[in-house]
């Protein structure tokens, strides 16, 4: 873990992201979906409020 390649900081971003979810499982994917879900009716919200 003490190992951080500082000439590509974006991929092991990805990967500690990657790790993170596989390591916690079910959360991840509960705060995954909840972020989605916001995303998309705030979306939807201003395509409703532009129409």
Do not use: C, D, W
Request: no cysteine.
């Amino acid at each position: 873990m003490s190992n951080s390649p500082s000439s590509e900081p974006q991929p092991s971003y990805v990967k500690l992201a990657m790790r993170n979810m596989v390591r916690k499982g079910g959360t991840s994917l509960k705060h995954f979906a909840l972020t989605t879900i916001g995303l998309l009716a705030v979306l939807i919200g201003l395509a409703y409020l532009t129409h």
